[in-house]
């Protein structure tokens, strides 16, 4: 439940809130950064071989909310 509700929020953040511009793609090129930058530390951190698949959707739950914090941090930085 929480890897769905990330991932429709980012995905919302991302597709309907902005337009296509130079300014734009260099804050997607950004939240893309540090998504995989959790996905990394995440990699790291949680275990591969014990109770993988319960972290696996947590793991990427965080990812996409990791994501789409970053976008509505800069468009609340937009707004202002």
């Not at 429709?8 to 991302?14: A, D, G, L, R, S």
Request: glycine share 2%.
């Amino acid at each position: 439940m929480f890897f769905l509700a990330t991932s429709i929020f980012y995905c919302y953040e991302w597709l309907y809130l902005w337009h296509t511009d130079e300014r734009t793609k260099v804050i997607r090129y950004a939240s893309a950064y540090w998504m995989f930058s959790v996905l990394v530390l995440c990699d790291f951190l949680l275990p591969k071989a014990y109770m993988w698949h319960v972290f696996f959707l947590l793991k990427y739950g965080l990812v996409f909310m990791v994501g789409a914090f970053y976008l509505v941090i800069q468009k609340y930085r937009d707004a202002a």
